[in-house]
Every structure is written in structure tokens, then in C-alpha cells.
């Protein structure tokens, strides 16, 4: 007789045991990129019920950015629409894939009032960053966080839709599966008030700010003037590397 035990149950009782880790995904704190449907106010039981329905990879990483505070898990791109465009679109400019982040925290909402999620780590050095800055009379303002390769794709197919070329997007939107955002480690900086994602941003008193300290709390400018991905200069956008 087969034993009807899922081959993934064994995990479970580790990752069920974490109360704070419970709470915050029942608070609504914490987020789990293999579980799209929301866990906020759902019982321990309930979370624990949609925890064993995942596979032991998804299990695994969420294990480990638990312990970590991060951990990504590949993108399937070939799966995704258009999947030959993004693909030879990353070997021709050898862009390096990046993976989903397993485990993300709420990091408040911007001025449009979205909502932003990074991990953890990642989180904790923001607001090192932000207090630090402060500090010194520089105000910073989160405006892009966590985006995953389904979020990529659909920015991707809007600029399309109204009528700029696959050439000119991708040169300022990396394909889905090559974002850095996708890792929930990518932030774009703006500067209240002012009008985001800007070349601009590059002459504010904030973004020398950066270029000064942001190395201190882990974070470095991704995409500089003529960088050999092929992107346009991204003074804004800073990724954590820990
Ligand atoms: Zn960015």
C-alpha cells in the first residue's frame, strides 16, 4: 500500500513553527511570491493549508529567505509571451537573468499611493539608508520595488501597445526574467515632489548624496552612463548587493 503523505510534508513543520514569520504573513507584513493569493487575515491553519499545497523547490526557498532574509527562485521565460524576443534579446546583450525574490516585507506606499515590497534585507538597509540620509537633510522617495516577470511583461506590452518599438523599450526596460527589480533588491530613488525616473535625478543634491553613502548600506548604481548592458543612464535605480 502507497503511504499518501506528500513528499514535500516533511519541510512543513519548520516552516510552520515560526510564529513571527506566520504573523507577519497573516498581518500582511510579509509576502510570498509562490503564493499569489493574499494570506492577510487567513488563520495559522489556513497559511499552513496553502503552504503545504507547494512544491519542495518553492518550499526550500521560502526556507531559506527566511533564513537568509533573501532568496530568489528562477523565472520560467520561456513559458511567458514572446519568449524568443526576451531571450535573444538577453544573449545578444549578455544580460544575466535575474530570479523572483521568495520573501517579500511591505516597504510603505509612494506619492501614487502603490504599495512597494522588497526583501527583507534588503528592507532593513533602506531604511538604514533613508534614516542616514535624513539625517543629512536628504529626502529620498521609493518608487519602484518589486516587480515581478508577469509585472515586466505587462509594462512591457503597454509601451508596446501604444506604438514604441521592441528596440526603444528594451533599451529602457530590461525583458522579463532580466530585470533587477525581479530580485526585490532593486529600488528607484526620486526626489518628493519632483517628476520620477528622470535623467534629472542625476543633478539633485540627492543623487550625490548616493553616489557618497549608498555603498555604506550595500547598494550601487546599476546602470551608469554608457554601461555595457545596453541600457539608457539609470541615475535612479540602486541595487542592493548586500
Ligand atoms: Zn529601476
Not at 208 to 227: C, I, K, M, V
Request: charged share 25%; with cysteine.
Amino acid at each position: 500500500m502507497q503511504a499518501r503523505t506528500a513528499p514535500h510534508h516533511r519541510r512543513l513543520p519548520s516552516l510552520a513553527l515560526d510564529r513571527a514569520f506566520l504573523h507577519g504573513l497573516r498581518s500582511g507584513r510579509l509576502r510570498l511570491t509562490s503564493l499569489p493569493v493574499k494570506l492577510r487575515g487567513s488563520s495559522f491553519a489556513r497559511i499552513r493549508q496553502r503552504l503545504s499545497e507547494l512544491d519542495s523547490p518553492q518550499l526550500s526557498s521560502i526556507e531559506k529567505a527566511r533564513q537568509l532574509q533573501t532568496a530568489e527562485q528562477p523565472c520560467a521565460v520561456e513559458r511567458l509571451p514572446h519568449a524568443e524576443l526576451w531571450l535573444s534579446t538577453a544573449s545578444a546583450r549578455h544580460l544575466p537573468a535575474h530570479g523572483e525574490a521568495a520573501l517579500l516585507e511591505n516597504a510603505g506606499r509612494d506619492r501614487y499611493g502603490r504599495s512597494h515590497w522588497l526583501q527583507p534585507a534588503a528592507l532593513r538597509a533602506l531604511r538604514r539608508l533613508h534614516h542616514a540620509a535624513a539625517l543629512d537633510g536628504v529626502e529620498l522617495e521609493l518608487i519602484s520595488s518589486f516587480r515581478s516577470a508577469r509585472d515586466q511583461l505587462r509594462i512591457l506590452l503597454r509601451k508596446h501597445a501604444s506604438g514604441q518599438s521592441w528596440e526603444q523599450i528594451l533599451k529602457v526596460n530590461a525583458p522579463p526574467g532580466y530585470s533587477e527589480h525581479h530580485s526585490g533588491c532593486a529600488v528607484d530613488f526620486a526626489v518628493p515632489g519632483a517628476p520620477p525616473l528622470t535623467e534629472a535625478f542625476e543633478f539633485t543634491t540627492a543623487f550625490e548624496w548616493l553616489q557618497q553613502n549608498a555603498g555604506r548600506f550595500g547598494f550601487e548604481l546599476s546602470y551608469p552612463r554608457d554601461n555595457r548592458w545596453g541600457f539608457i543612464h539609470e541615475p535612479w535605480h540602486w541595487c542592493y548587493r548586500g
